[in-house]
């Protein structure tokens, strides 16, 4: 019963590689939905969508350090399961690694690289600094997010665990198109991968859990 679902989230990974290859060569047409969509978000001049953008991007780091942690706080003070925090550990540690190695295979420069009309927007910690990461898809933060929301709301089918969590997963994918930091196609391949690796740990649970 694993193995064929084990098959349909590779095949998922797989579409959304092929996905990116097609894009990638309309990324220097400006006809193509992908920078139509960006340019449509970056540039969007609503005060209230821009401050959204910028405090939902100063969550980011935070959570993606803090959740483990806070899940494994809660395994060790409160006596909620270890097993749900060991698997939204590995789906928020085989988010962040999947997520590189794919950036490298592929090799998508960044839209603020191809494109003179986009500028990258830093956050507050790093204005002026350089992103370390040249590469583009998938989107690593969009990944982390729905890897960790994907396995807390598998562990917890909650309507005040679910609806929030992907709110805030959504909101982060949106907030790097804003910053220009990133393709719409590299947050839906993030989301993708992130939501695959989420379940796919979810399923296999009984096979990888010590």
């Known amino acids: 019963m694993r193995q064929p ?10 579409w959304s590689l ?20 960006l340019h449509r978000i ?29 899940a494994w706080g809660g395994t060790l003070l409160l006596g909620h399961s270890w097993r ?20 490298r295979l592929l090799r998508r420069p960044r839209p603020d690289v191809v494109w003179s009309t986009i500028t990258a927007r830093r956050s507050s910690d790093i204005a002026g600094v350089n992103v370390k990461d040249p590469y583009a898809f998938p989107s690593g933060h969009t990944a982390v997010a729905f ?16 609806a929030p969590g992907y709110t805030w997963a959504a909101s982060i994918g949106l907030s790097r198109i804003w ?6 196609s590299d947050v839906l391949g993030g989301a993708v991968l992130g939501v695959a690796l989420g379940v796919g740990v979810h399923a ?7």
């Open 179 to 184: 910053m220009g930091l990133h393709y719409p």
């Open 42 to 70: 970056y540039e969007a001049p609503s005060p209230a969508f821009k401050g959204y953008m910028w405090a939902v991007d100063q969550t980011a780091y935070p959570a993606f350090y803090a959740g483990p942690l806070v």
């Open 147 to 162: 890897a960790m929301i994907t396995s807390l709301s598998l562990s917890y089918p909650e309507w005040y665990v679910v």
């Open 84 to 103: 749900a925090s060991y698997r939204l550990t590995l789906a928020h540690l085989g988010a962040a690694g999947s997520s590189l190695l794919l950036k």
């Open 5 to 14: 679902f084990v098959g349909v989230i590779f095949s998922i990974v797989c």
């Open 18 to 37: 092929v996905f990116v290859s097609t894009t990638h060569a309309q990324a220097t047409s400006s006809q193509s939905w992908d920078i139509k969509v």
């Open 204 to 210: 296999l649970r009984q096979k990888i859990t010590p």
